[in-house]
């Protein structure tokens, strides 16, 4: 009789413009990858060939302004194909997903960023995707200044429809990340992400390693 296949955790990476969530999730995903366990990494707004389609809609700086309705029905339409067709799917087959923002971002830039307000957010999302939240949502905390001077520094040349809001957004968005993160405290770990690389990415092993010891369960020491 072959054992049931365990179902894989789902965790998803937030945090403002340029605070490091994919430098940090490539390496958790090579980190995890290497000491045997099957992960899954994926992004948002993206995620399935339709998803790409609306992120370049919602990204491109030539889309101009939309309204912050659209852009939140854009996400949840993304993030609707994304949750049955990837998510689900990998994590009834043992996989574990690790997702580059998920529905946090919609509540923080959205929710208040734009001003939508957090609980009509929450609400169209009830529509589809019921309840269903991330095991842990790992948010890197950074004051978007920084962020977006790394992003500069980093050899970006264009910024896209979001990085070029004013400051005043994106402080108001890493604002609302923190928010969510004192409210649901037992699903946010919160990382101080201003630290030099390498000591992030310790930060989040031993953050992990505490919150969700599974993730490292059955795989090979190193
Ligand atoms: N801890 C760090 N200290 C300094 N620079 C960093 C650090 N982590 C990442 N960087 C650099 O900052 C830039 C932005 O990092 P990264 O792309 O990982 O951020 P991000 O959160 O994914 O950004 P975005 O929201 O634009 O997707 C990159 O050039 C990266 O090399
Ligand atoms: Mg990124």
Request: aromatic fraction near 6%.
């Amino acid at each position: 009789m072959s054992t049931p296949t365990r179902s894989g955790l789902f965790l998803t990476f937030e945090g403002p413009e340029g605070s490091g969530k994919s430098t940090q999730i490539r390496r958790l995903a090579e980190h995890l990858t290497a000491a045997g366990q099957t992960v899954l990494l994926t992004r948002e707004p993206g995620g399935t060939p339709f998803g790409d389609k609306i992120r370049h809609l919602l990204l491109d700086p030539g889309g101009g302004r939309l309204q912050p309705e659209t852009e939140a029905f854009l996400m949840l339409a993304q993030r609707t194909e994304h949750l049955r067709q990837v998510i689900r799917p990998a994590q009834a087959a043992g996989t574990h997903v690790l997702c580059d923002r998920y529905v946090d971002s919609s509540l923080a830039y959205q929710g208040y960023g734009r001003g939508l307000g957090v609980e009509l957010v929450r609400q169209l999302h009830a529509m589809t995707l019921g309840e269903f939240l991330p095991d842990l949502t790992v948010l890197f905390d950074l004051d978007p200044r920084l962020g977006l001077e790394r992003a500069r520094h980093g050899g970006k040349k264009s910024f896209d429809r979001m990085e070029s809001e004013a400051v005043a957004f994106h402080d108001k968005v890493r604002h609302g990340y923190l928010e969510l993160a004192r409210r649901e405290a037992s699903r946010f770990l919160v990382i101080d992400a201003a630290a030099p690389e390498e000591r992030v990415f310790a930060l989040l092993l031993q953050g992990l390693q505490e919150r969700v010891p599974v993730l490292f369960e059955g795989v090979a020491r190193r």
